[in-house]
């Protein structure tokens, strides 16, 4: 009996030396599929540990900040600039050094140098091939509450992080009463509403349950992978419903392990990584030379669809799209 | 019956298991209030509340009526006809319990719709489940188990000499059934209701993949979609303030009704009605239940498993089963540990007292386990930093919530063992822990068993805790159903689920071979506690 208390002591007591050398908390907004391989090579490499907390890029704003000055993480990877500026603006994170950023493109990395981006993507509509023709489609977003034939076939993902920060960016272009009068509009056409999932709204789509969807372009990509009957339609030039929007990663002021953070920053913009998100996912990375297949459009191209939008504005204006959103009735 | 107060060492579990409940609650409100009046004004005044509020009674009251018709009938099938296999009819009755209602909401979408299993496999497009007949559907075929094993305990232990002095009145059969054995099957409805409306109140994963908005979709949208949680707050104390409706009107409903027997002697069995040419309609029903139930759901697993070709998925899986078995393995024992003491005050001592001591381990169960889990982080954070996100706090979590349905069984067995062999013991010499250690524990230890297999079988299928209290990097197969479902992954999600639903079927047999050895060859005199449902708080017998 005593030996196996020792024994069990012993493992417990090496069990924490050994946590206790290197291990790093991320709190990911990304999902684990994109996640996870970046991560198992990371500890390949250096022989950190990193402990990854999935969940939605509000859910951990949410922890975050409830945590405050106790929070577990040290690295906040978000899939929204609009959660990356909204801990930015707290002045939760810590300036990030130029080495870090050097070889990243400028269009999304903030001024402030608070947080890095890690991939681009583009907001669009996918389109059934079978029941929509393009032609039919409105040049611009804002004249999408007109289309009453479409009434009862859209679908949104109200919850989703792209989502917010479109409706957000709407906000700092429009101003709240044009977006409020687009969101009544639009709810008047009965869009159903797939909360946070992209996925499962396309299946949807596939499904007949819908014949257009709000979304981010690699969505489409990846259904055409499995050769569905969906589209991809983008905006006239400058149209909000093009907008470009970066995922991102930061370090937390109140972590204890801010070297080893750095190094796992600086692997997220390293070719390897961008190479993956990529492949896997069809996002545009944020760096030069790596090879994009032919079915997308190439950067150069889709980033002039964007406007431009000030990112540092943008995180007061996803407050204010989530209020619209709840006087709605739809959050 | 002891009617002495009982030893203050015992009631200290009564006491943890209300502060463990309650000091969160605390934090609760406190979180909830924590913003400006006028930011208050408007979420507390919002319309969207009241149509919440709709959606959830609509939904639990629709779920309520779903579930008798398919229990009552079943119940009925079983317990009084000759149809038979008999135990074949009781599976049916208790097996879609082991499939948790978000894989089945997950199973049933997969299986419909353009691509589905049922489109895949005959052509016909069967349009998926949504909105609230979609969540009303799924509740009730995946919760109906908690009103049928009360309903049929309750009708296989009714006198009949009751029916059979209503039939010599001149009571036709359908009269007989409608004013003597409908009345006498209340008590066991109304424990077997507030089951299934506590767990349609609590329910956020159903709900939300039939995205029909009720409070507890609303706070997980909240939860997952909003920067601020003083909202998600508000809606969790909704939530509570409607639980509570519930209970009390139940507790209402239950008072004043006495069903035992009065006049000496032993009762009959119950007899038995030979179905004769209605039995062919009767497999009729039963089929199609056991189709929508079980065959459907489970056939769409196995269907979408094939198409699973992640060869790290099955790593996965292992890994998240290991977890999954040790935390239920955990809480089973602590759970069990902590309800002993809860039980034995309520079977041992009378009075007040002892009886709000076993209620107290109702109220964890009562609260829904979403604005529990909400409440628990935003008391560690505030008050015990250490605890949060770490493994036992996720115990301390499921033991107080599941608590209930280990008072139940162990209460069972320590009525049915006679005090007398206590004092015995301690009239041979023996001293109290002796007593307990050589002669209670041993006397009710296959209610002590049955007890932490239900523990085990609700923390494998538990959602909302597991997925807001989990430690990082910790995964359940509950959690990644979940989390594939969502993402409408339904491959990937359908080796974790046929997992669960497996585990899930072979627990619940065990359990009810174990209820079937120990219940008695005669019927017992009075409705005995519902077997697979923790007894709700009720009028105790006198």
């Known amino acids: 009996m005593k030996r196996t208390l020792l024994a069990v002591t012993t493992l417990l007591l090496a069990g924490t030396s050994l946590a206790q050398t290197k291990t790093l908390t991320v709190y990911s907004g990304r ?31 949410a922890a975050i900040r409830e945590e405050g000055s106790k929070s577990p993480a040290d690295v906040f990877w978000g899939n929204s600039m609009g959660a990356l500026g909204e801990l930015a603006e707290e002045g939760r994170f810590t300036k990030l050094g130029t080495a870090l ?38 040049e611009s977003i804002l004249d999408l509450p007109k289309m009453t034939s479409l009434k009862g076939r859209i679908g949104w993902t109200v919850s989703y992080p792209s989502f917010q920060d479109f409706l957000g960016a709407m906000i700092s272009k429009y101003g709240e009463a044009t977006t409020r009068q687009w969101l009544e509009g ?68 109140t972590t204890k392990n801010s070297a080893s953070a750095a190094r796992f920053l600086s692997a997220l913009v390293a070719k390897d990584a961008q190479t993956f998100f990529l492949s896997v996912n069809f996002e545009y990375p944020v760096i030069g030379n790596i090879l994009q297949p032919t079915t997308m459009l190439p950067y150069s191209d889709v980033v002039k669809r964007s406007p431009r939008i000030d990112p540092t504005v943008l995180p007061k204006n996803i407050d204010k799209a989530q209020k619209l959103l709840r006087d709605a009735g739809l959050l | 019956m002891n009617a002495r107060r009982p030893h203050p060492l015992l009631l200290l579990p009564a006491l943890l298991a209300v502060l463990g409940v309650l000091l969160p609650l605390v934090y609760l409100v406190l979180r909830a209030l924590d913003a ?65 209602g978000y894989v089945g909401a997950y199973a049933l979408i997969a299986a419909s719709g353009a691509g589905g299993t049922i489109d895949a496999l005959t052509g016909i497009r069967w349009p998926g489940p949504s909105g609230y007949w979609g969540a009303l559907g799924v509740l009730t075929l995946f919760t109906f ?33 409608r004013e003597v054995t409908l009345p006498y099957l209340r008590p066991a409805w109304l424990s077997g209701a507030l089951l ?84 062919p309609l009767a497999w009729a029903g039963l089929a199609a239940l056991a189709g929508a139930a079980l065959i459907v759901p489970l056939g769409t697993i196995v269907y979408w498993l094939r198409l699973e070709t992640n060869p790290f998925a099955w790593n996965s899986l292992l890994e998240a089963f290991q977890s999954a078995l040790g935390a239920a393995a955990v809480a089973a024992v602590t759970t069990t540990a902590l309800a002993f003491p809860l039980a034995y005050i309520g079977s041992r001592h009378s009075g007040p007292l002892a009886r709000l001591t076993e209620r107290a381990a109702y109220l964890g169960y009562a609260t829904p386990p979403l604005a529990f889990a909400l409440a628990l982080v935003f008391f560690t954070l505030n008050v015990v930093p250490p605890l949060y996100q770490t493994f036992p706090l996720l115990i301390i979590a499921y033991t107080l919530h599941f ?44 209610g002590l068993l049955v007890s932490a297999a239900f523990v085990f079988l609700s923390v494998l299928k538990e959602l909302p805790l597991t997925l807001l209290l989990s430690p990082i990097g910790f995964e359940t197969l509950s959690r990644n159903v979940w989390a594939y479902t969502e993402e409408a992954q339904y491959a990937s999600a359908a080796p974790y689920a046929l997992a669960l639903a497996l585990s899930g079927a072979l627990l619940t047999l065990l359990i009810l071979r174990r209820e079937d050895r120990r219940a008695p060859r005669s019927a017992p005199t009075r409705p005995a506690p519902p077997a697979a449902a923790p007894a709700p708080p009720k009028e105790g017998p006198a």
């Open chain 1, 31 to 61: 999902a684990k599929t994109f996640v996870d391989p970046v991560v198992q090579q990371f500890e390949r490499q250096t022989g950190i540990k990193v402990n990854v907390r999935y969940g939605t890029d509000a859910q951990l704003v």
């Open chain 2, 145 to 177: 188990p908690y009103l049928f094993l009360n309903l049929h305990a309750a009708l296989r232990s009714q006198d009949p000499a009751l029916e059979d002095a209503a039939r010599l009145l001149g009571r036709t059969p359908w009269q007989t059934f």
């Open chain 2, 36 to 100: 400006e009046s006028s930011e208050l004004r408007e979420i507390v005044f919002r319309p969207r509340n009241l149509e919440l509020l709709a959606n959830t009674l609509l939904l639990t009251l629709g779920v309520l009526a779903g579930t008798t018709l398919i229990a009552l009938p079943l119940a009925y099938l079983a317990a009084r006809t000759d149809l038979r296999p008999r135990r074949l009819l009781m599976l049916l009755g208790v097996l879609p319990l082991a499939i948790p």
């Open chain 2, 403 to 446: 608590l209930a349905e280990a008072v139940g069984p162990v209460r069972t067995s320590l009525l049915k063992a006679t005090p007398r062999l206590e004092e015995a013991g301690r009239l041979l010499g023996l001293s109290a822990p002796q007593t307990l250690r050589r002669v209670t524990i041993p006397l009710v230890r296959p």
């Open chain 1, 186 to 253: 639009m709810k008047a056409l009965q869009p159903k509403d797939y909360k946070t999932s992209n996925v499962g709204m396309l299946e949807a789509m596939r499904a007949g349950e819908i014949d257009v969807a709000l979304t981010n372009h690699y969505y489409i990509q990846r259904v055409n992978r499995l050769s569905y009957p969906i589209d991809t339609y983008f905006f006239k030039n400058g149209d909000i419903g093009n907008l470009g929007n970066a995922t991102g990663a930061a370090i937390l002021k």
């Open chain 1, 101 to 138: 950023t050097r070889n990243v493109s400028s269009d999304y990395l903030p001024d402030n140098r608070a947080w890095v981006p890690t991939t681009v993507r583009f907001r669009t509509l996918a389109y059934n091939t079978g029941k929509i023709k393009p032609e039919q489609l409105p």
């Open chain 2, 196 to 279: 299934i409306a506590l767990h349609v109140l609590g329910d956020f994963s159903v709900v939300s993949l039939m995205r029909f908005p009720t409070f507890s979709a609303a706070i997980y949208q909240q939860y997952t979609a909003a920067y601020d949680r003083v909202y998600s707050a508000w809606l969790a104390l909704a939530l509570l303030l409607v639980t509570g409706a519930a209970l009390l009107l139940e507790a209402r409903l239950m008072r004043g009704v006495r069903l035992s027997r009065v006049s000496p002697g032993g009762t009959r069995r119950p007899t038995v009605l030979p179905l004769g040419r209605a039995a």
